[in-house]
């Protein structure tokens, strides 16, 4: 876990990978909760009988936002940003669904200093990141998610 406590110490892994996550399991209960919370409730995702007969991947399904609502709880695991007066989910940028995730499965996040820009001292932060799925080729998905970072001076 790389550690960071200031805008200068952010910029020298510009262009560099800050790390990888540890892997995380996606359960039916992670699932079944995400759906009750977001109010989607689709077959592909809850019923898990109807999945197994009928869904193209003969299992329930992540919902695509359940596996990016995971990128603060991933990234924390790669980089402990320390000294913080504040910080901000600030964006998603060129963001592609590659695969789907089928319950059970064991994701991580990656994750590259893509961009670093001073904002009169906020310090904004483009990550290059890619959840993958264990044992398999293509990624559940890739881009760019946008942090602003208030470091106390």
Same mark, same amino acid.
């Given at each position: ?7 200068? /110490?952010?910029?020298?892994? &510009? ?17 079944? =909760? ?33 596996? +990016?609502? &995971? ?12 000294? &913080? ?20 499965? =064991?994701?991580?996040? =990656? ?20 959840? /993958? ?14 942090? +602003? ?5």
């Amino acid at each position: 876990m790389q550690i960071i406590t200031s805008h200068a /110490e952010f910029e020298q892994y &510009l262009g560099k990978e800050l790390g990888i996550s540890s892997w995380h399991t996606i359960t039916q209960e992670q699932i079944n =909760k995400f759906a009750d919370a977001t109010l989607d409730h689709q077959w592909i995702h809850v019923d898990e009988e109807r999945a197994q007969n009928e869904g193209p991947f003969k299992a329930t399904i992540a919902h695509g936002y359940l596996t +990016l609502s &995971l990128i603060p709880y991933l990234w924390k695991e790669i980089v402990d940003i320390q000294n &913080l007066k504040m910080e901000i989910n600030y964006g998603i940028e060129s963001l592609r669904f590659a695969q789907a995730v089928t319950v059970n499965s =064991k994701v991580r996040l =990656k994750a590259k200093l893509a961009s670093i820009i001073n904002l009169r001292g906020v310090t904004k932060v483009n990550m290059a990141i890619e959840m /993958e799925i264990e044992d398999q080729k293509k990624p559940a998905f890739s881009g760019e998610v946008v942090f +602003l970072y208030h470091f106390v001076n």
